[in-house]
């Protein structure tokens, strides 16, 4: 039973990478819907809605701070 739980351990551990966002993280499993985990996110104060638009989403300073990573990046033109 213990090589069972390693194995599906270190299957879960590979789906944490640093860097991507939890739309990111979300399409990697199945049949999530990355929508409602935003919602569900904002609702508990981990995202917020940077755009009118609804459609660029940050993570605010508390989930920042604690449990989430944002990193910008500038495309330059060559």
Known sequence: ????????LQE???LFKEGITTTQFCKMLNGINTQ???????????????????????????A???YLTEHQHKISIH
Do not use: F, G
């Not at 409602?36 to 508390?62: D, G, M, P």
């Open 1 to 8: 039973m213990n090589k069972e739980q390693e194995a599906e």
């Open 12 to 14: 879960l551990k590979n």
């Open 36 to 62: 409602q985990i935003n919602h569900c996110l904002a609702e508990r104060n981990w995202l917020y809605n940077e755009s009118k638009s609804h459609t660029r989403w940050r993570a605010t300073s508390y």
């Open 64 to 66: 920042r701070d604690r």
